[in-house]
């Protein structure tokens, strides 16, 4: 019997948390709050996907043992009054305000989700690049914000990006056509592009700009992306919602760069003023040597100096270049900062293990995708009021993995079960009513498609009529 398999009722620290989220709801909005029925419901798909590892209805009335039916969960996903966009920002005040978070930085970064190449009904699916192979899957985008503390790493934002159809188009014939060598006169011009369809770093812009709207009070002192966010627009855009932050991200090696009235690439201008070795903290602890080099220099393409970094680590043959919006902060300091965006690739890694969106979810349209994942991303937020988590952050120690904290709580799952079988008045009859519905529901069987039988599998044998035609061959 797996542990996963038992839910009887939610577990106590998932209704503490949704119990937290109706308060910070009534805040925001006065006027709204969870039902007694939607508090239950939230608390039980939180404890569902954390012990199945997945937002499927399916799964989470195996692991109720039929007590919720499919087309009651799914009915209340729909059709229930939830105030679902007011849901992540409550639930992340409620987070902000137990570990009393008064500032940190934030991170920028998107990720992939792969899907069917058949899917048609799941909203956001579109022809990704895929890094591992070198070619294309179909699949989903989504630009996440980060924020990252001296306590706690946090999810606290995102949004799906999908490409504008009609440029993706054009650039496909655009394409074609240059490879037939046909003359720019001749290619039909780039179409203006739809607002519909931001860009990732217009996304980005829009995640950082509703996040300083919804939460002023949090001082941030830097952000920073990796290279496709290295824009003027974005750095700049990022400088006017946060006038005194830090903006940090990454330039392409042939971006020009002036010097000395000399127009030379980011790698020219390092190859003639090579970096010397430094001793830096990652993400302030783990000591290591690097090369940096460093100046504030004009940025062609950005019409403005930037604080310009080549960075290179140990045992690495090229630089990777950073920029930085501010000047008067130190090399070291913003090579050490940027060191923190790691931090958001961990996230990515624990939320696609063990936070269920990753691994298995199937729901349909705008609203499926976007309710599904603000839950999966409550379960995130939910870890940091499981006890053992609050414990070791009250102590000042290091926090339990997620991959560890949810095997944990699968066996809590577990425990509750048979406590509450043993407490009854009736252990014995409690104990057979529980197995019958653990066979019913959780050890469901299915029908193998590997063995032959009731199925029609022809004639194999010869036909005496065609036997002529065997003796003559």
């Known amino acids: 019997m797996r542990s996963h398999m038992l839910i009887?009722?939610?577990?106590?620290?998932?209704?503490?948390?949704?119990?937290?989220?109706?308060?910070?709801?009534?805040?925001?909005?006065?006027?709204?709050?969870?039902?007694?029925?939607?508090?239950?419901?939230?608390?039980?798909?939180?404890?569902?996907?954390?012990?199945?590892?997945?937002?499927?209805?399916?799964?989470?009335?195996?692991?109720?043992?039929?007590?919720?039916?499919?087309?009651?969960?799914?009915?209340?996903?729909?059709?229930?009054?939830?105030?679902?966009?007011?849901?992540?920002?409550?639930?992340?005040?409620?987070?902000?305000?137990?570990?009393?978070?008064?500032?940190?930085?934030?991170?920028?970064?998107?990720?992939?989700?792969?899907?069917?190449?058949?899917?048609?009904?799941?909203?956001?699916?579109?022809?990704?690049?895929?890094?591992?192979?070198?070619?294309?899957?179909?699949?989903?985008?989504?630009?996440?914000?980060?924020?990252?503390?001296?306590?706690?790493?946090?999810?606290?934002?995102?949004?799906?990006?999908?490409?504008?159809?009609?440029?993706?188009?054009?650039?496909?014939?655009?394409?074609?056509?240059?490879k037939k060598n046909t003359p720019k006169a001749m290619r039909p011009s780039e179409p203006p592009r739809n607002p519909a369809y931001p860009t990732i770093p217009q996304i980005a812009l829009a995640l950082i700009n509703q996040f300083k709207q919804n939460h002023g009070q949090i001082r941030i002192r830097c952000i920073f992306a990796d290279a496709l966010y290295g824009t003027a627009e974005f750095v700049d855009g990022v400088g006017r919602i946060y006038k005194k932050a830090q903006v940090i991200s990454q330039i392409r090696s042939n971006q020009n760069v002036h010097f000395r009235k000399k127009i030379l690439s980011v790698e020219e201008y390092f190859t003639r003023y090579p970096g010397v070795e430094q001793e830096i903290s990652i993400r302030g602890g783990e000591k290591v040597r690097v090369t940096i080099g460093s100046a504030r220099l004009y940025v062609h393409a950005h019409g403005k100096k930037r604080f310009v970094i080549a960075l290179k680590y140990e045992g690495e043959t090229d630089y990777r270049y950073i920029i930085a919006s501010d000047l008067s902060w130190r090399t070291i300091d913003i090579v050490e900062a940027y060191t923190f965006r790691w931090l958001v690739e961990v996230f990515f890694q624990d939320w696609k293990g063990y936070e269920g969106w990753g691994q298995l979810t199937k729901h349909p349209g705008e609203e499926g995708s976007s309710r599904s994942l603000i839950l999966s991303l409550m379960v995130d937020h939910c870890l940091f009021l499981h006890p053992d988590q609050l414990a070791l952050f009250g102590n000042n120690l290091p926090a339990n993995t997620v991959g560890s904290l949810t095997a944990k709580i699968k066996v809590e799952c577990l425990i509750s079960t048979i406590e509450e079988i043993i407490t009854s008045d009736e252990p014995t009859n409690q104990f057979k009513k529980f197995a019958k519905q653990l066979l019913e529901h959780a050890a469901v069987l299915s029908p193998s498609k590997k063995h032959l039988v009731g199925k029609t599998i022809g004639n194999l044998a010869p036909t005496p009529s065609l036997k002529y035609r065997n003796a003559a061959a």
């Open 8 to 178: 009887k009722k939610p577990l106590m620290f998932t209704e503490n948390y949704v119990e937290s989220i109706n308060a910070g709801i009534q805040v925001l909005c006065p006027d709204r709050r969870l039902t007694r029925l939607q508090k239950y419901w939230l608390a039980f798909c939180i404890t569902a996907i954390l012990v199945t590892n997945s937002v499927c209805w399916a799964r989470f009335q195996r692991v109720g043992m039929g007590k919720y039916k499919v087309a009651a969960l799914s009915w209340m996903f729909r059709k229930s009054r939830i105030p679902w966009e007011l849901l992540l920002q409550a639930s992340i005040n409620s987070i902000l305000n137990k570990y009393g978070i008064t500032e940190g930085t934030l991170g920028i970064d998107d990720t992939d989700n792969k899907r069917s190449k058949s899917t048609k009904n799941i909203a956001h699916v579109h022809k990704i690049k895929d890094k591992a192979s070198g070619g294309y899957i179909m699949g989903q985008s989504i630009v996440f914000l980060v924020l990252i503390t001296s306590k706690i790493t946090i999810p606290v934002g995102f949004a799906f990006h999908t490409p504008d159809p009609v440029l993706s188009a054009w650039r496909r014939k655009d394409d074609e056509l240059r």
